[in-house]
């Protein structure tokens, strides 16, 4: 019959109950193969990855032809309309095997990284057709993208592994393979293979996943993103990777979690990002994991941060090798959670962009008290803290609470410096800054006022390509970065792109013009004073 002929791949295997296809590029597991009656022909019953696609629960006419696990997402459909893909084989041939010149139809003289395909260093101009001879030789391949090519299976037993036997990388996200045993098989073929994406699949998960264990010996690096799983079937599957260092499971809907010491314990990277993870309470729970020094939860919803039995000056137990949070588009709120973050043992490493405690203060204040807060920090959004500083951040915390700190019973005199449990609590790193520069004298808290007002630079802007402007007076303070100041000079002179900047000392009329060539530094950093100029060009 025509419509069963429709069951046939290319390859000659037939599409069964619980494989995976793809009809007007909408993703489904077969759940269902023969008639329906009163129509005539074979049909497939089809449960859709997006229920919306879908028009009922497998039931047609009062008859349950198989079942969903959503009220509305199944349907059915010929097997002409779907494509139930090719294998892991073919794949490579398509996307690496040699092609002829009208086929390669790309222009001579593009940029290829050739250590994408064949792990070297080298970079070259290459025109396509060289490229092209270099990935078509299989077995100097060590990295392979499958993603959304429809792969279903490895291909005939071993052959996949003949045809690429160095491959260290394997990517197979977006693709119709349809449970755990059939990524372990093409696994099992691969004997180097340490990195392995499965992202966007439904992957059945096996009963026994140990006994698959063998066949990913040596991967290290296993990302698991978009999978609709539970951090419960998260450790499911990775109890097959015994030697897994960094995991990615990302887009999962995953709320809540639990202790995986007996599964993770050599994992040093977890990237949790775009979860629905709300109570910090939840993240403690893996808090033992050995190994973590990574640790990726941006874009959840997690409002707090607390380390309970913790004295504020203490350093906690959970986390011990912890040296990297990204916690970025969270919902931070409190300073007292950047606090808590002083009591890991060894964090040096925050990005925390976009939560709310940002917009307290402006991003230069924010940046200092970050610095003082947390003493082990060397890197806030991947730019790196100097030693001047930290230095400066740590003096200007001490001043800009000196007043408050007295208030509370704290004294220059030793003997008399007894501040209150509440301030400790609000400020846990003060008395150690204070040890280490020296308690503020009443004199340091006048001469430096915390009003923005008493702490701006006076400084002249001018273009010499617009001089109809004339020279700008502005008022900026001294903590600016230079990349907020291109920002304010754009708006100003109501131009798109990039100005260049220098500046002069009002102190030397023919002195050199220093470049402002650093947009994480701030105004501070180029010694600019009042009365200097920037000037500004594009």
Same mark, same amino acid.
């Given at each position: 019959?025509? #419509? ?19 009809? #007007? ?22 449960? %859709? ?12 006419? $009062? ?17 002409? &309309?779907?494509? $139930? $893909? ?12 040699? &092609?002829?010149?009208?086929?390669? =139809? ?9 250590? *994408?395909?064949?792990? *070297? ?33 490895? =291909? ?23 449970? %755990? ?6 696994? =099992? ?36 993103? @978009? ?22 499971? !990302? ?28 109570? %910090? ?39 011990? *090798?912890?040296?990297?949070? /990204? ?7 409190? %300073? ?37 807060? /947390? ?5 806030? !959004? ?27 019973? $704290? !004294? ?52 010499? @390509?617009?001089?109809? &402007? ?18 304010? /000079? *754009? ?12 500046? !002069? ?5 023919? =002195? ?27």
């Amino acid at each position: 019959m025509e #419509d069963a002929a429709g069951l046939l791949r290319a390859d000659g295997t037939i599409i069964q109950v619980g494989d995976r296809i793809v009809c #007007d590029n909408h993703r489904a597991f077969v759940r269902y193969i023969g008639t329906v009656p009163p129509t005539t022909g074979i049909w497939l019953g089809v449960e %859709w990855d997006d229920p919306s696609r879908g028009k009922h629960d497998g039931s047609h006419e $009062g008859k349950t032809y198989f079942h969903t696990s959503h009220p509305k997402s199944g349907s059915f459909v010929r097997p002409s &309309k779907v494509n $139930g $893909g090719i294998s892991a084989v073919q794949a490579v041939h398509e996307r690496y095997g040699l &092609k002829k010149d009208d086929e390669a =139809g790309i222009k001579k003289e593009e940029l290829f990284v050739l250590d *994408q395909f064949l792990n *070297q260093t080298k970079v070259e101009m290459v025109g396509a057709k060289k490229i092209n001879q270099q990935q078509s030789q299989f077995n100097r391949l060590k990295k392979i993208s499958m993603f959304d090519m429809k792969v279903y299976s490895g =291909g005939p037993p071993g052959e996949l592994g003949k045809t690429c036997p160095n491959i260290t990388d394997l990517d197979i996200s977006t693709n119709l393979i349809s449970s %755990w045993e059939n990524v372990a098989e093409i696994a =099992g073929h691969l004997p180097f293979l340490k990195e392995l994406n499965v992202s966007d699949n439904r992957l059945i998960i096996p009963k026994d996943p140990s006994s698959l264990a063998c066949n990913f010996s040596k991967l290290r690096n296993a990302t698991m993103n @978009q999978m609709n799983l539970s951090w419960k079937e998260v450790l499911t599957c990775c109890s097959m990777f015994p030697c897994l260092e960094e995991l990615h499971v !990302s887009f999962n809907q995953i709320a809540s979690l639990s202790d995986a010491t007996h599964v993770l314990k050599g994992l040093r990277i977890l990237d949790l990002m775009t979860n629905q993870i709300s109570d %910090w309470g939840e993240v403690l729970k893996l808090g033992n994991l050995p190994m973590l020094d990574t640790l990726i939860i941006s874009e959840n919803q997690i409002k707090s941060i607390y380390f309970p039995s913790c004295l504020p000056t203490d350093k906690t137990s959970h986390f011990k *090798q912890l040296k990297a949070l /990204i916690i970025k588009r969270n919902e931070i709120l409190e %300073w007292s959670s950047i606090d808590e973050l002083n009591k890991l043992q060894h964090l040096e490493d925050i990005q925390i962009a976009e939560n709310p405690i940002l917009k307290t203060f402006t991003y230069e204040t924010v940046r200092q008290l970050l610095i003082a807060k /947390i003493s082990g920090l060397k890197l806030i !959004s991947r730019t790196p803290i100097s030693f001047e500083e930290r230095k400066g951040a740590e003096i200007d915390y001490l001043k800009r609470f000196g007043t408050e700190w007295k208030a509370e019973g $704290g !004294s220059v005199d030793k003997s008399k410096n007894n501040p209150s449990n509440q301030f400790i609590a609000n400020h846990p790193r003060y008395q150690a800054i204070a040890d280490k520069w020296g308690a503020p004298e009443d004199s340091e808290l006048c001469e430096k006022s915390s009003a923005l007002k008493d702490n701006l630079l006076a400084i002249k802007i001018f273009s010499p @390509q617009h001089p109809e &402007k004339g020279t700008l007076d502005k008022k900026l303070p001294g903590t600016m970065s230079i990349e907020k100041l291109k920002t304010l /000079i *754009q708006r100003l002179y109501r131009m798109n792109t990039e100005p260049k900047l220098t500046y !002069s000392s009002h102190k030397k009329s023919n =002195g050199p013009q220093i470049d402002l060539d650093n947009d994480m530094r701030q105004l501070g950093f180029f010694s600019i004073e009042a009365g200097d100029t920037i000037l500004v060009s594009w």
